[in-house]
């Protein structure tokens, strides 16, 4: 499965394993930029290997047409797409009895 923008990841390497972010930006096959719109901006993605995430299933479809649309998103909706995404998760763990 190949990343697209705005889909969510889950870092499994480096400074801060166990983090949700979003991808931003695609350099190739192996690298994509994240940014979480928290410690790690817009402004100041972070370039990530591909073997070091865990893609997500989510789509984060604002994220997705902002960046198609002007090139850039702010970091307000990262933090909203992330922090839907982690309660969506919660609410489905606990549904599941985990």
């Known amino acids: 499965m190949s990343p697209q923008l705005g889909q969510i990841v889950k870092v499994l390497r480096g400074k801060d394993p ?3 972010a979003v991808v931003i930006g695609i350099v190739d096959t192996r690298f994509v930029w994240l940014a979480d719109g928290d410690k790690r ?3 100041q993605p972070k370039k990530k290997n591909l073997t070091h995430l865990q893609l997500q299933e ?4 604002e994220v997705e047409s902002s960046i198609k649309e002007t090139g850039r998103v702010t970091n307000g909706k990262l933090r909203h797409a992330l922090a839907k995404f982690v309660e969506q998760t919660q609410v489905e763990a606990h549904e599941k009895g985990e």
């Open 58 to 61: 989510t789509i984060s479809s």
């Open 18 to 20: 166990g983090e949700y």
């Open 41 to 43: 901006k817009f402004d």
